[in-house]
């Protein structure tokens, strides 16, 4: 844990959980973008018939809904 900032102006990081990881977590940590998390959010729904009308409209909220949420709690 000593190799983490927690740090409010440091920049949010992201694990790819789904990856093939061994050993130290912060080895694997990368800098989260918004395009992270749209590949992810395209990936769940791909797994579910929602039809093409409800996907985009989940996809738009989802991905509004975090870059929202994202705020450093002191």
Known sequence: MERFDFNCATQV?????????AGDAADVIIEYNSQLNKNLIKSTLSSFSLGPEASANVFNHRTQYLEEAIQCLK
């Open 13 to 21: 990081q992201a694990i790819d959980i789904d990856g093939d990881i």
